[in-house]
């Protein structure tokens, strides 16, 4: 099938997009092949006549390294929906050696490990040793006339040169022949031995070229924390789009079309700023070694980039210093600032004499060093740029590329709301589910058309199917329990209500609001007496996620969160009300036994810090409710499934800017419901003061950027402490009434078909990539 589907889209010459990824997280690839390949009950009798378990052999499967979070998970289903509609692409990604890293709980700490994910070989890439690219790095550049028009080229030699190694990865589309191809570079050496060297004695030079090459796949995302961190990062970047343009470049040639035609052919989508070096790579290729005149080229790549912005925060836009990529990237360069040249040239004529714009619309910014503005170089060159929410895509428009908006005009701009693959988020994990959806609405449709769940609201009230329904979410909860139990050591209550909260460990999520209201209801469970305690509905908090490595405060939050877990969960008196769960090495395999089993999910970030989400559509696919902000896609969840199933809570987006300038020039008032967590953690009830004091500094001498004592509201007595009384009043009157929050959850999942990934897909096909579908015969 993935031979038959390049052969097929080669033979018709078809228009193909490109996705561009530093990260694919594909998680495991056995079950979900099957799914889509539907023969998984043919696999499992197969393999029961050779005496083994289909279940057993998906577990002794690791996932794929390829990826960290969000940004990942995202491409991967986006590649499912691409294979499943049947349109021709490619997904271009690095093949990481290590991964990001294993992560391990050692005294409440973040310990990072190897992860040894490609120790057996993966058995679901093809090494292609045909596919080598050379990619040069460092080097000097040459200034050279072309003797029929006198004009300038540029020759970039010298230096180290590396070679890029392709691996390709297929994946299937669901009830279609259409495979399609993730392309991996694997980074390795041109002379792997230094045989005179080895003659010599001097065995560590022997290998040394040999490791320094392979070092640019080694690990997902080095450590930036040092100059040559970030030199290795900004290497993996070049090495990625350098090979991979190569590629796309060969494949147009190949078919004998005229350089005027590679945008009709070609659709490149960078997924983030990882990959904006492609837009100065692919002008030096037509420049100087097509040998097309610059504003030719510029037309050609201009027309044929995309870039989707995937954050809010000012800090993640990419930054690279100016003499950093002089010395690794001289020719690209040059080539970045006669791009920045020529369009600011430009803006001035339409914006004379404000310099305040041009400064904030450079690519180049200056300071000591200057620094390379990535996400400026990927809007310039990018003929659309989108956002991946409706309140994200807003901000885009309005704060960070305003200036863009008054010089391109807002056409240029647009919405593609984030979405998921039902097939690996509802048909794979959460079968019991799943069977009884296709049961309720007669047909299995929904799983290539998510848009027909809304079939289950006449199933709301109906109370043989809410019984149905409740008892397939209890087998999610008693497996995820038998997990816990398994990795964690940690018995815990299948009646309890699962509230969960697994994402990045990072201060705008919020985790350290949602361990502080732990600690809130802890307090008010032990000052409380027998008799009130028992009217109480338990909870199981649970956790889970990684910190960067370098990422300070974050690993003090998993800190914190293991501290107060290790407290509550020996307290005899009161931990058959209240438990916490900090799971390990999170992953989309781990993810797809948590998310089935929720209750409710939190989704908490500060409003307008959250470009969009993923997990909170999973979760609420799998019938779980959200408890949130108003931020990311949450708000477009809330109008989808209606507001009296989902409990909204904080601050909103246009608010977030007063209340942070009141709390710099006015005193910082904490919420006395915080004062008193505080002055807990200070008596040394859950760890030692100095250990947490730098965390709880970012409230108070911080001035509490992310808004937490303003968002985190008086839990009163309910002890349910879901960080806001209104939401908790109606959390905890809700689950108390089974037939209740039986309908609630029934409804929230029926209302998530927008939020497919296939419908993300074909808008972006149809509004920025212009590409039909192409179906193998």
């Not at 070092?215 to 290497?235: C, F, H, Q, W």
Request: include cysteine; hydrophobic fraction near 40%.
């Amino acid at each position: 099938m993935w031979n038959d589907t390049q052969q097929h889209h080669t033979h018709e010459d078809v228009k193909r997009v490109y996705y561009l990824s530093l990260e694919f997280l594909l998680g495991r690839s056995l079950d979900n092949t099957l799914l889509n390949m539907q023969c998984k009950d043919l696999y499992r009798d197969a393999l029961k006549g050779l005496g083994f378990r289909l279940e057993d052999l998906i577990e002794e499967e690791c996932d794929a390294a390829l990826g960290n979070g969000g940004l990942g998970r995202l491409a991967a289903c986006f590649m499912d929906s691409l294979a499943s509609m049947d349109y021709p692409a490619w997904g271009y990604g690095l093949r990481y050696t290590y991964g990001i890293f294993q992560q391990r709980i050692v005294d409440g700490y973040q310990v990072e490990y190897p992860d040894f994910w490609l120790n057996f070989d993966n058995p679901w890439e093809f090494p292609r040793l045909d596919v080598v690219y050379e990619v040069r790095f460092y080097g000097s550049v040459t200034k050279i006339s072309d003797s029929k028009d006198e004009t300038a080229k540029y020759s970039w030699a010298g230096g180290e040169v590396v070679q890029a190694v392709a691996y390709d990865v297929p994946i299937p589309g669901w009830n279609t022949k259409n495979t399609i191809n993730i392309r991996l570079w694997s980074s390795k050496p041109k002379k792997k031995f230094d045989l005179k060297s080895f003659n010599e004695g001097n065995y560590q030079k022997s290998v040394e070229e040999q490791q320094m090459a392979e070092n640019i796949t080694s690990v997902l995302y080095p450590n930036d924390n040092t100059m040559a961190g970030k030199e290795l990062r900004l290497k993996q970047q070049y090495f990625f789009i350098c090979a991979t343009l190569k590629d796309i470049v060969r494949r147009f040639k190949k078919m004998g079309h005229p350089w005027k035609e590679f945008p009709n052919k070609v659709a490149i989508q960078l997924n983030d700023t990882h990959p904006s070096l492609s837009i100065p790579e692919l002008m030096r290729r037509l420049v100087d070694i097509e040998g097309l005149p610059w504003d030719e080229a510029w037309g050609i790549v201009t027309r044929t980039f995309a870039f989707t912005n995937h954050t809010v925060l000012p800090e993640a836009l990419e930054k690279w210093p100016v003499p950093m990529m002089n010395r690794l990237l001289p020719r690209h360069l040059q080539i970045i600032y006669d791009i920045n040249l020529y369009f600011l040239q430009n803006v001035e004529k339409i914006f004379p004499n404000d310099r305040d714009k041009l400064s904030r619309m450079s690519i180049i910014e200056e300071g000591y060093p200057q620094q390379v503005r990535m996400a400026n170089l990927a809007v310039i060159g990018s003929h659309t740029v989108n956002g991946v929410a409706e309140i994200h895509s807003l901000l885009v428009k309005h704060e960070i590329f305003k200036d863009f908006v008054d010089y391109f005009g807002v056409l240029k701009f647009q919405n593609k709301t984030n979405g998921i693959t039902p097939r690996r988020w509802l048909l794979q994990a959460n079968p019991g589910l799943s069977e009884l959806i296709t049961e309720a609405l007669g047909n299995d449709e929904w799983i290539g058309d998510l848009s027909l769940l809304k079939g289950l609201k006449k199933f709301a009230d109906d109370e043989i199917f809410q019984e149905k329904w409740i008892q397939a979410k209890y087998s999610s909860k008693e497996k995820l329990c038998q997990y816990i139990k398994d990795v964690c050591d940690i018995q815990i209550n299948p009646d309890s209500i699962f509230d969960v909260q697994v994402k990045r460990i990072h201060e705008y999520k919020r985790q350290f609001m949602n361990i502080l209201a732990v600690i809130h209801s802890y307090l008010q469970l032990k000052n409380s007496s027998v008799e009130k305690r028992e009217s109480f509905i338990p909870r199981t908090v649970i956790f889970a996620g990684k910190a960067a490595p370098g990422y300070y405060i974050a690993k003090l939050i998993i800190k914190l969160i293991n501290s107060v877990a290790d407290v509550v969960n020996k307290d005899k008196e009161t931990n058959q009300f209240l438990k916490v769960v900090f799971i390990p090495d999170y992953n989309v395999s781990a993810a797809e036994v948590i998310i089935p089993a929720s209750d409710v999910s939190q989704h908490i970030s500060t409003a307008g810090t959250e470009a969009s989400g993923t997990s909170n559509m999973k979760f609420v696919l799998n019938g779980g409710l959200i408890i949130g902000t108003l931020d990311g896609a949450n708000i477009e969840i809330k109008d989808q499934v209606g507001q009296e199933n989902i409990f909204i809570f904080g601050c909103q987006a246009h608010q977030v800017n007063d209340i942070r300038h009141t709390q710099k020039y006015r005193k910082l008032v904490l919420n006395p419901y915080l004062e008193s967590v505080i002055a807990a953690l200070k008596e040394d009830r859950f760890c030692k003061w100095e250990i947490i004091a730098p965390l709880i500094e970012t409230l108070t001498v911080g001035g509490d950027f992310y808004l937490i004592s303003h968002d985190f509201q008086s839990c009163n007595n309910s002890l349910l402490s879901l960080l806001d009384l209104e939401a908790i009043s109606n959390v905890q009157k809700s689950y108390q009434d089974r037939r209740g929050w039986a309908k609630k959850s029934i409804l929230a999942a029926a209302g998530m078909g927008m939020f497919s990934s296939d419908r993300t897909i074909k808008e972006y096909a149809q509004d920025i990539w212009k590409l039909t579908p192409c179906r193998v015969p």
